[in-house]
């Protein structure tokens, strides 16, 4: 375990560098785990408004006393400034938001309160890719599927016609929605279903985020073969699909 350092002031929005609505002294670390979706919103928020940050990383089967103390609930991401510390992904975005401008929420607060409803709904998403991948038997499998799908139809009615979900600036929502969209680059290859076949919309925002630098760079460059390897251990229906050359050895 140890601390990388990150300096990512060409993020795909291609921002101005941070403003600080207040002083920021101390060193920025982003406490992570390789796989979790939660930490990478919290990573491309971080690159998406230019701010110099380190990140270390956890092993969460095996989660260390210093960890513990500092994460009440015991997951990740920990957002610490100097020694003060941040748990819970939508609390660190915030943060973030309120202390390092521009704003990714929208100025009208009508506009603001639907993002963040919509950012619910990207949890809400995680929770059904979750249940899709720990299916036990083919019936449970497509039927995750077919609510994954759902979802991504009730999507399409809200995005816009690109390139992000609300237009031409990058959003909350874009940085919620960039760490689901990750998961398709395993289960495009696996999975023989194509969850974007009905929703053109969301399948181009898809696209154009997984270009982005701040996107790219949330991850290890190795992200869709470790994924695979933690779809193989779950010993569910899904893991009966995964490749021996996407296996780790």
Request: charged share 20%.
């Amino acid at each position: 375990m140890g601390i990388q350092s990150i300096n990512q002031l060409q993020p795909g929005a291609q921002p101005e560098t941070a403003i600080q609505s207040q002083p920021i002294q101390e060193t920025i670390t982003l406490i992570s785990h390789t796989l979790c979706p939660y930490v990478q919103r919290a990573a491309i928020v971080l690159a998406e408004k230019g701010i110099e940050f380190e990140r270390e990383y956890i092993d969460l089967a095996n989660k260390p006393d210093w960890f513990l103390n500092i994460s009440p609930l015991g997951k990740t991401p920990v957002l610490l400034i100097g020694q003060q510390a941040i748990f819970e992904s939508s609390a660190i975005c915030e943060y973030l938001d309120d202390v390092f401008k521009p704003g990714l929420h929208p100025e009208d607060p009508i506009a603001r309160a639907r993002h963040r409803g919509w950012l619910e709904f990207g949890s809400a998403t995680l929770n059904a890719i979750g249940s899709y991948y720990n299916a036990k038997d083919s019936r449970q499998l497509n039927l995750q599927a077919e609510l994954i799908q759902q979802k991504f139809e009730l999507l399409e009615t809200e995005v816009s016609d690109g390139p992000f979900f609300s237009g031409q600036h990058f959003s909350m929502v874009d940085a919620v929605f960039a760490p689901v969209f990750r998961y398709f680059d395993l289960f495009d290859q696996i999975s023989g279903i194509d969850f974007f076949a009905s929703v053109p919309k969301v399948k181009q925002w898809r696209n154009h985020l997984s270009r982005c630098e701040s996107v790219q760079q949330a991850v290890a460059e190795n992200y869709t073969q470790m994924l695979a390897e933690f779809v193989l251990k779950r010993q569910s229906e899904l893991s009966k699909k995964v490749p021996n050359e996407l296996q780790l050895l």
